[in-house]
Structures are given as C-alpha cells and as structure tokens.
C-alpha cells in the first residue's frame, strides 16, 4: 500500500509539494495537468517536467487523477475515435514517465455534484455538502455558478468553463439515451484503451458516479456492486479496475462498502482507493464528515481491514477533507484535514498489519 496525496500543479493548490513531502505516511501525489483542455493529448514534455518537479520535492509521481474522457466518447458520436486516439497517445506518454495508474470517470456532463462546497459545520469547520432537493431545483448551470463562487478562485477538476458552455444542450442529448446504449460506449471505449494500458502497464481506474444516483435524467452507472460487476464484465482485463471511493459509493446506504472492497479488490480489480467519511442527514441528503469512523457513518476501520486482507497493494489518498483551521484552499483539497485522515488510515494499516503478525 502506497498512501498519497492529490495535488494540483501549476500554481493552482494552495499545498505546496514541500508540505506534502513533510506529511508522515505520504510516498507521492496524484496529479495531472489541469490546463490541458478534455480531449486534447498530454505532451510528453510537459509530463516529464512535471515528473521531475515532484521528484525533486522528494515525492513519488506514479498516479494521475484524472485524465478526463470527452463527452463525444461517452456520447457515442463518431467522432469519438479522434478523441480515443489522443487518449490511447497519452496513455503512452504517461507511461514513458512510469506513471502506474489512470483515475477518470465516465459520468455524463456532470462530474461530481454538491449544493453547498463549503457548508458550515457545528465546530465551525466548513465542508462540502449534498441536499438533493436543492441540487434538483438548481438549474444545472446555475449550479457550476453556486460552485464556482465557492471554489476560492482555483479550478474544479470536472467542471472545466469548456465542457459548462455546453451543460444544458449534453443534458438533452442524453434524455434519449438508454442506459444500453450508454454502456455500449463505454466497452467501445475501454475495449480501444485497455490493451494500450496492458502493453503500458498502467491499470486504469474509474471512479464511481458521484453521487451515485442519477440526476436530471442523465445515465449513471458505477454506483453499486450490480452495476460495478456489469463494468468490469465489459472488458475482463486485469488493466481494467476501479478507483473505490468510499465516499462516493458509500452516499448510499444501501452499498455495504467492507463486502465491495473484499469482493473487487481480492480479485485485483482495485488499484486506487479514495477514503473518507460522509454523515447523512436522509437517505439522500449528506455532509462530508472528519475521516474517524464516529464522524460520519462509514466504518472506516472495517474499510481499511477489508481492503488489508484482500491483498490490497495499491494506492490509497484521504479524499476530500473538511477546511479546519481557518485554511483557505480548494473545496475538498486542503492539506490539514486531509494530513489528519492520511495518518488515522495510515494508523489503521500500521495496527491491522502488526495485529496480524502478532497473531501467527
Ligand atoms: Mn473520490
């Protein structure tokens, strides 16, 4: 298990390599390049001087979080074969700088979904919330505003301004669409991507759909075991895995996150994994809460323990954290609360291991 850090580059973090370099427990970061607009191919250039930033900091660079699918892909649209083929050239290029694992999603239009970004909390820590309700009254693009004014003036990776131009006119497209359908052009996609990423050795991750149910009509897919076994089924390579998110998966109830980890991790279908803690207020409606266990509703020892006894030897980040402290940082992503959920998960992997040993 190697425990990482997201981090954004290009003066676009407030938390600096040297910082996370500081942290106890973090090997490397999860990055990408953030200026590159969806569909267009990473430079090999550009990616080895980011490799060699981050290497140079003393940290590890074998993760990138995300490299984002064009919606014509997911579309179906016939020109999604151009933009396949820049995806398969990056693939390449990340993996002449060693990179070992591809988070991306294959949500439609929206990328991860909030009402409020920086929500106050009872201790006066802000956090990222979910009403539904209000996320159904928002106009979809009055809610990239509602988040924008949110973000402390730094990007939010997947509501890039290019794809919002465009939000209401994809929301209607995909009104149409079956979810076969939807499905189609994801093996389409993955059955052109995954034998370049087997020859690169480089596992591809996609993470769930956040939240994960659907939303204005839209296809969502990666949101319980069901549907997860139908996603790997598509494409049965050992490249083609799942950034299991807790958070995401565990917005609902009714996913038993302990049992999914043990059942697609012990089959080495996980190659990342994002941690954190959520507390709902209704079956629908939740905060994002401290990583401990007693925080929120997730048992994120028994999350940690599955992912150990299934043999899980990827990553792992704390993923979005609360902003404590009086911090100001991108929504989700700043060092502290995230520094405090990376060291308790990294205490439940110390104490797991050594329980284990004692034990034999
Ligand atoms: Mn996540």
Redo the contacts with the bound molecule.
Sequence with gaps: MKMILRWFPGGDDSVTLEQINQTPGISGVATCLPDIPVGEIWPLQRLITLKEMINAAGLEIEVIESVNIHEDIKKGLPSRDKYIENYIVTINNLSKIDIKCLCYNFMPVIDWARSDLAFSLADGSTAMSYRHEQVLQMDPSKMADVMMNKAQGYSLPGWEPERLKSMAMDIEFYQSMTTDDYWANMKYFLDAVIPHAEKCDLKMAI?PD?PPWPLYGLPKVIINSEKIRTFLSLNDSSYNGL?L?T??LGANQDNDLPAMIREFSSQGKVPFA?IRNIKHLSSLDFDESAHISEYGDLDIFEIVRAFHDSGFNGYIRP?HGRMIWGEKARPGYGLYDRALGANYIYGLWEAISKMKQSSV
Excluded: Y
């Design positions: 993470h956040d950034t998110c958070g995401s994002h993923d």
